[in-house]
């Protein structure tokens, strides 16, 4: 079965929910389904979702603020996982950052979790040293 790529509708949003959920993707205190309606009403092209046969099987977050472009919210279904669609999914993204104009990206990844450290290795990012994130909320 083909596996298409495209921006999310806010009708995707509960299966894109469900997907994080099922996926062991590191919650957070956002993904919740105004969070994720508010995101695309702000830019319709930042949510994109992987489908196969009407399923949503991958997700990601390419978010441009006009200053950066940050990759988000990686997301592939355990059984369509080493398939190729996790690269598939980040090169969209980065093309649309691309097309956005964004010439730096950034992508948060969990420290401890190697299936992600592995991933972003792999797909020709580097991990940046002598920087550290402060965050609120
Ligand atoms: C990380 C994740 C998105 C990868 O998706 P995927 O579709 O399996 O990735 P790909 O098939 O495109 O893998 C590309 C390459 O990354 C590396 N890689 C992917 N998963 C890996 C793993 N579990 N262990 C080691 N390397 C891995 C491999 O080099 C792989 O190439 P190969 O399969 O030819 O060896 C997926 O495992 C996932 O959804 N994990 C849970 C959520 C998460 O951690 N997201 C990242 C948040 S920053």
Do not use: C, N
Not at 18 to 46: C, K, M
Not at 93 to 101: P, T
Request: charged share 25%; hydrophobic share 45%; net charge negative.
């Amino acid at each position: 079965m083909a596996t298409t790529t495209r921006s999310a509708l806010a009708s995707d949003v509960p299966a894109v929910l469900a997907l994080w959920l099922d996926s062991g993707a590191e919650p957070t205190h956002t993904d919740d389904a105004h969070s994720l309606v508010r995101l695309i009403e702000h830019d319709p092209d930042a949510l994109v979702v992987a489908e196969v046969d009407g399923e949503v099987v991958g997700s990601v977050i390419a978010a441009w603020d006009g200053w950066r472009g940050s990759v988000y919210r990686l997301v592939v279904a355990p059984a369509h996982r080493r398939q190729g669609l996790g690269r598939r999914l980040v090169e969209v993204a980065q093309q649309r950052l691309a097309g956005a104009g964004a010439l730096r990206l950034q992508a948060i990844v969990v420290e401890t979790d190697p299936r992600a450290t592995e991933f972003w290795r792999a797909t020709g990012w580097e991990q940046q040293v002598a920087r550290l994130r402060f965050v609120k909320g």
